[in-house]
């Protein structure tokens, strides 16, 4: 009798075992959603570090498709336990109820290691909705032989940084024509892209102007655009910025592909992530070392930005704890030195920026602006709604559009988004 | 047979039969079409949060400039394409529906881009429309004739795009066109050209009249085509610029259910489209009836 009852229990077993219905081994694992150029090895690496490599799965989509992606499988109730996120995104997500608020998983001494520019990102009505994988910042990169022809002389501090002014007759210096009167070289690409491009990266980079010349996006309570991105000194960054384009000349309206590595722009804001491509993807202009970097121009304000990609918990995540376990594994102190030094990104935490070797440009730089000048994009539930009408104004502009009416509709949308 | 066949007047055998198509066409027609009027009437976001606010969400089209621009913008696009793609459909058509060596081979090169897919077409020509290194642009600088923007320039853009859908598409109407032309009794052109009618006027007294019903299947499928189904080009292309000028209604309301999660207003402009083009489609059937009956 005994040995019949042991034979159906070992029966049991070994039928629900196949099944991946084993009884004594814990595998639960958490879902991360994100896209491949999110250094998906480096993350990896991180949680190995934490002993965390084998709790967690990673599920990606190209990164175009990605926000229309997440917007879909949160609705289908399909998404991930934890989610890469845009930093001025949180709040979009954080007010339409999917995301976790941190507060009850995380310690807030371990909060303050942040940087002030990430804590204010990650932070939104009150609550903490997301951990950063790292920060960001952007220099104004230079051409050397440009600059030496030209006898200008970069800046390589932050107290020294150029103001606008300076900056428009450098441009001016640098700008080139053949015996046609076109213009072989362009003195300055004031944004991350050129200016027929809708994507984030010309908002990161254009709302600078207004930050120069002492505008603003939002109100600080981010409930109007009306008097801030409207104001007179917004309207004068708008103004200052089509002149580069339309009376002096000196920045392109007109798209040039690698304009800076096939040296036909002299100057360019964009980020330090552009070492790493102009190595894999320039190696002749990476290796003849031409470029050089100098802290962001200044207007009455000095101002650089921030704010990068995070990881969130899902509201409908059913391992909160281990999704917090795998965050934290990434993005605590051990894991974002692992993640930052092998990635080359930003350390969003000061203790990593401390332990990371900055040494050299262009990362002396940042860091000074980082802790000294960074800001962080507006932090509303309706940024997407207001990204879109800053850039489609700042492009406007760029191509001729009169201020006045580009601000107005753009305040207009802007404004109806915020009701 | 079952009780329920012997009721008077009554079979369910055919509701049996038709129950699978009705049920697909339920979930996948009806019931979404009804939920977005009602989602028409709601502010409403992607991700679940819904509130009914009655008509602010058609307050705000009728007032919203990007809509209006959107709106002339796909308006425009539909009248050009409409005309310009069926005349050159119906015109290489009459060249290449003779049996003459060689316009079998033509007929196969035109319509090569019939069946390529739309995203490698748009990719195609937005690197021929490159400023900087495209092959049109290479050509102009060869015969000293100043770069253009295409679809960099606000004033270029649409005109550029416009040219590659017609690209992509004429030769499809063509071979419709062709089946059209081919049904028109050879005797009727022999006797035109005994009573001495020019190839102009067989054209305009022969052929046209008796394409009448062709011409407007083709002017009825490009209207709604080039109205409703262009989201491709402008996606690879454009993305909606240069300063909104190919923002196409379709394209508008997939950013904004998309790209800022405003399912709400998308499915206003969604149900504005769908009027639009039942009108259009309406007006064209009885302007074909009233010539038939003419």
Not at chain 1, 12 to 22: A, D, E
Not at chain 1, 28 to 41: G, N
Not at chain 2, 196 to 201: E, F
Not at chain 2, 237 to 266: C, Q
Request: aromatic share 12%.
């Amino acid at each position: 009798m005994k040995a019949k009852w042991f034979k159906w229990v070992l029966s049991l077993v070994l039928v629900l075992s196949p099944l991946g219905l084993n009884l004594f081994a814990d595998n639960a694992k958490v879902i991360i959603d994100t896209f491949p150029d999110l250094f998906i090895d480096q993350m990896i690496h991180a949680l190995q570090k934490a002993g965390l490599a084998d709790k967690a799965e990673i599920r990606t989509v190209p990164q175009n498709q990605y926000e229309s992606k997440l917007k879909l499988t949160i609705a289908s109730g399909d998404v991930g336990d934890v989610i890469c996120m845009d930093a001025p995104n949180i709040a979009y997500y954080a007010d339409a109820g999917a995301l976790e608020p941190l507060e009850a998983y995380w310690d807030k001494g371990d909060f303050n290691d942040l940087v002030g520019s990430a804590r204010s990102a990650m932070t939104w009505n009150g609550k903490i909705w997301a951990a950063p994988l790292n920060e960001s910042n952007c220099v104004l990169w230079y051409n050397k032989d440009m600059f030496k022809a030209a006898k200008l002389t970069a800046p390589t501090k932050l107290s020294e940084a150029w103001t606008v002014d300076q900056l428009l007759q450098a441009a001016i210096k640098l700008t080139k024509k053949d015996s046609s009167g076109k213009t072989t070289v362009y003195g300055i690409l004031p944004q991350m892209f050129s200016s027929d491009t809708r994507n984030e990266g010309m908002s990161y980079t254009q709302m600078l102007w207004t930050w120069w010349f002492g505008g603003d996006i939002l109100s600080k309570d981010g409930k109007t655009a009306k008097g801030y991105f409207d104001s007179p000194a917004s309207k004068q960054a708008l103004h200052f910025y089509q002149d580069l384009f339309q009376k002096y000349g000196v920045a392109p309206a007109v798209p040039i592909s690698g304009g800076f590595e096939a040296e036909r722009i002299a100057m360019w804001i964009t980020g330090p992530w552009m070492i790493g491509e102009w190595k894999n993807h320039f190696p002749d202009f990476y290796k003849a070392n031409k470029w050089g970097a100098m802290p962001l121009p200044k207007g009455v304000a000095a101002a650089s930005n921030s704010g990068s990609w995070n990881l969130a918990i899902s509201r409908q995540s059913k391992n909160k704890q281990l999704a917090w376990q795998v965050v934290q594994g990434i993005t605590g102190k051990d894991g974002a030195y692992v993640y930052c030094s092998e990635t080359g990104n930003l350390p969003a935490r000061q203790s990593v920026l401390d332990k990371t070797d900055m040494s050299k440009p262009p990362f002396t730089i940042i860091k000074e602006q980082l802790v000294q000048s960074a800001r962080c994009r507006p932090v509303t539930p309706v940024y997407p709604q207001i990204t879109y009408p800053l850039m489609d104004c700042f492009n406007a502009v760029a191509l001729g559009e009169a201020v006045d009416k580009a601000v107005s509709d753009a305040v207009g949308k802007m404004e109806r988004a915020l009701k | 047979m079952t009780p329920l066949t012997r009721r008077r007047g009554w079979i369910a055998t055919p509701y049996v039969f038709l129950a699978p198509a009705l049920v697909i066409i339920f979930v996948f027609i009806i019931y979404p079409g009804v939920n977005m009027i009602y989602l028409s009437l709601c502010r409403a976001s992607i991700m679940g949060k819904i509130a009914f606010t009655g008509m602010d969400n058609y307050v705000t089209l009728f007032t919203s400039s990007d809509f209006y621009s959107s709106l002339t913008a796909s308006i425009t696009f539909m009248i050009v394409v409409v005309v310009a793609q069926t005349s050159i459909a119906l015109a290489v058509a009459l060249i290449v529906q003779s049996e003459r060596k060689g316009m079998g081979a033509l007929r196969t090169l035109f319509f090569i881009p019939v069946v390529l897919s739309f995203v490698v077409v748009a990719f195609l020509w937005k690197f021929l429309y490159n400023p900087d290194f495209g092959l049109i642009n290479a050509l102009f600088g060869a015969l000293s004739i100043a770069r253009q923007g295409f679809l960099s320039d606000p004033n270029q853009a649409l005109g550029s795009m416009i040219v590659a859908c017609i690209w992509k598409s004429f030769a499809f109407f063509m071979m419709i066109f062709i089946a059209g032309l081919k049904e028109i009794p050879n005797e009727l052109y022999e006797a035109a050209h005994l009573d001495g009618a020019k190839p102009a006027q067989r054209l305009r007294f022969i052929t046209l009249p008796l394409l009448r019903r062709t011409i407007l299947f083709v002017v009825v499928i490009t209207t709604m085509d080039s109205f409703i189904k262009v989201f491709t080009p402008v996606f690879v292309m454009t993305d909606g610029g240069p300063r909104g000028r190919t923002d196409l209604l379709v394209y508008f309301i997939w950013r904004t259910a998309f790209r800022l999660g405003d399912i709400g207003y998308a499915s206003a402009v969604a149900m504005l489209m769908f009027v639009f083009v039942l009108v259009i489609n309406l007006v064209q059937l009885k302007i074909g009836e009233v010539h038939d009956a003419h």
